[in-house]
Structures are given as structure tokens and as C-alpha cells.
């Protein structure tokens, strides 16, 4: 009896710890739009490194021709082909390729992975033909997907400034990335070229206008979090001067690295953090992306066992990081069987922990439901944030234009975590409309985009090609 309770104590302790109130989101929502201004006031203003993108012009639906994309950013690898027909009938007829990335490249040399990314496309362009009725083309427009922090020097450049999501590749960091696919691609004898750099959410952001003008704003929720948005080029006050043909660009947040003492952190949290190979860093991205979350719960699992002795000895998979995946925390959270089977299957199986009681199995589901609502909310907090900054969110903030009304804005979301966990969604949305209130939430649209990152990234180049 003392020591279930002592579990629960566990339990509400971790809850308290995570609680996201109505009035905490707004601190959260009022922190991110000052470390927005902050970020684009001077070069490290703040730990949102809000980069240049140096676009400014979105695809509108008028592109033409054959564009390639390459996507790198996290678990997987994407080449894409996009035919664009111009037409503004926004069918985007592609084909695309998927693989998973060897493990050991994670951690190798820049030349390995380069190596590898232009043999796979190398393979994928000497497959084309057949499905593409077209005259063969002499060069090809790429976009490159890079979904790291990158200091652009123009569309197409850029170097890494840090890995994150488990990359680590130290000689890396620093170069152009561009130039480090060149090299690769020129020992190949591979004729493509590099005509815009981005990352994911850019990509996102892309696809997002090219369906719907009104998309402002792109989310990444994936195995890790980011965010971009269109600003006005005279409100980016660390760059004067800025050449802007639109009067916009798309700036690239990197929110994965917002921080803030507004955001609830638990001890969990900050072991997590301790742990990890870039401490101190990416602390938004540690409490709400797919990286991250499976582990949160598996420490207060860890926890609860050993404060309780609720498993007999623990074994070794509870004690190791990593070991339950966000997707196996998303199944436990979102079992409906009225026993929790799986719940006890999945904790069988990745957990090596058996015969669960009923009660303890109810906990582990609230513990999963901590973790995800504050997740959820946080990135709502965040949404609203960026609406703040750009004078979207209906308080008639400094650069918003009252007589003009309340513009409808969406928000392009993509991401495993978000397109797969259904109760993540319905947190977020509720979030919003806690912040926004349910009449004005009415404006803002929660969109989920899908291959965003990779057919973005072939519809920039195609803007791209034909502005220059
Ligand atoms: P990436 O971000 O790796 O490029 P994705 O956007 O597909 O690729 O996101 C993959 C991530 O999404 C995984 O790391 C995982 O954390 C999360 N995810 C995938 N499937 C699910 C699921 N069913 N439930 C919860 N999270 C999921």
C-alpha cells in the first residue's frame, strides 16, 4: 500500500511538473515571439537562430519542367522527380524513393555520406525515362532538402553550423553543404545542380503555398521540430539592405532550440538533457518531438519501478535510453481494449517487464498522456507565437493592419509524429483554440502536408530556375 502510493506520488509529481496551463502557454506564446524579434534584431540575439533562407518567392503553381529533390533530415532518405506542368492545376506527377540510412553513416565522415546520397540519386536519375515521356535534358535543377542548422550565403549555399537528430559528423560542420554534394557528384560524373538549399520546413512552407496562398507558416514534427514563416524583409533588422523581389523570405527559425524558463521541465527532463549528445541544446525539440518523447516515459517508468519495486528486478531494456520508441509510446497511449493488452504486449516485449497489473498499466498510459498533451500544447504555444509575430494571432499586435480584418492563415504541418499520434493533433488544436479563442482559432488552419520536405524542396528549385 505505501509503496502504490508512493507510485502515484511518482505520477502526480511528473504531472504537476508538466502542467500546461492556459496562462503558462501565453508566457510561452509572449516568450516566442520576443526571442523571434530578438533573433532577427542581431546575429546571436538569441537561441532562436532565426535564419535567412534567401527566398523569396514561393511556387505559385505557374512552374514548368523536370525537377529532382533530395531529402536528408532524419530517419530516412528521399530522391524525388517532380513533373510540372504549369498549368496552375497544382498536380504534381512524381515518383519518389525511399531509404532507410545505414546507421554507421551517422557518425562517419562527410565523404561517406555524400558518397552515398549521390550514388542513390545517381541510380535513381538512370532509371528515368519511361514514365516521364520527355526529351532527355541536358542539365538538371535539384533541390536539396537539409533539414540541419545551415547559414545560408545565398539560395543555393550554405554551411552546417550543427548537427542534431543523432547526426554527428564532426568534419562537417562548417563546410558548404552544397559543395560537399558537388565533389561527391562530380566523381560520380553526375550532371545536376544544386539550385536551392533548404530544409524540410522551407519545403513544407513551399508545397503549403503552392495549394493555399494563405500558408504563412510551416511545422515540422517528425523525429525532430523546426519552423519557418514568412517575414516582412524590413522587420529583419540584423540583415539592412536585404534584396527582396517579394518584400518577404522565409525565415527558418530553428525552434527545435527555443528555450525559455516559461517551458515546464521535470527532473526527467533535465537527465534526458544530461545524457544526450548535445546538452544544453535543442531543449524545445527534447519535449516535444519523436526523438525524444518514447524516452521521457520510459524514465518515469524507470522511476516508478524502482521507487516501487513494481516489476521485481528491472531489467536491462527499462534502463536503457531510447529503448521504447515514440511510436510504441504513441500505441500504448491510444489502446482502447478495456485490459490494456497492449499496453502489457508492448511493455513485454521492448521493456522486458511481464505480468502488469491493470492499475500500473492505467499509470503508464497517464504517463504517456503527460508527455504528449504538454508536447502538444507546447507546439501550439509555439504556432501562436510566430501568429503574434506576424500579427496573425486577432490582437492587433504592432504589424498587423486592423482595417484589413482577421486574415484566414494556415499552417502546413508535417511529420511522422504529427501525421501518425491522433491525440497529439487533437491537443494541439485544442491548445490553439485555449490560446486563440474558439472564435479566432476559427482562422487559423492546422493543415497536415505530406512529402512537403522533398516536393517543396523541387518546387523552390523550379522557382528558383525560372526567377534567375
Ligand atoms: P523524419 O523526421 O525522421 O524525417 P518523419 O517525419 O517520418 O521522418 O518522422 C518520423 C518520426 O515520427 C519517428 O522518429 C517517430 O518519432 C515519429 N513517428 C512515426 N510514426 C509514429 C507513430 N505511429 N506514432 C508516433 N510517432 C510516430
Redesign the pocket.
Known sequence: RAKWSRVVGVLREFEEGCSTSGHRLRQVVDAMAVEMHAGLASEGGSKLKMLLTFVDNLPNGNEKGLYYALDL????FRVLRVHLKGTKQKILDHKVEKQAIPPHLLTGTSEELFGFIALTLKRFIEKEGDDFELQPVSRRDLGFTFSFPVRQTSVSSGFLIKWTKGFAIEDMVGKDVAECLQSARTMLGLDVRVAALINDSAGTLALGHYHDEDTMVAVII???TNACYIERADAIIKCQGLISNSGGMVINMEWGNFWSSHLPRTPYDVDLDAESPNPYDQGFEKMIS??YLGDIVRRVILRMAKEADLFGEVGKSLSEPFTLR??LM?AMHQDESSDLREVARIMEETLEVSNIPLRVRRLVVRVCDAVTRRAARLAAAGIVGILKKIGRDGKGGSSSNSSEGVRRTVVAIE???YE??SLFREYMRDALEEILGEEMSQNVVLRLSQDGSGLGAALLAAAVSSSS
Open positions: 533530415g532524419g530517419t530516412h517528425g523525429t525532430g519523436g526523438m515514440t511510436p504513441c511529420g511522422g509524429l501518425n499520434y
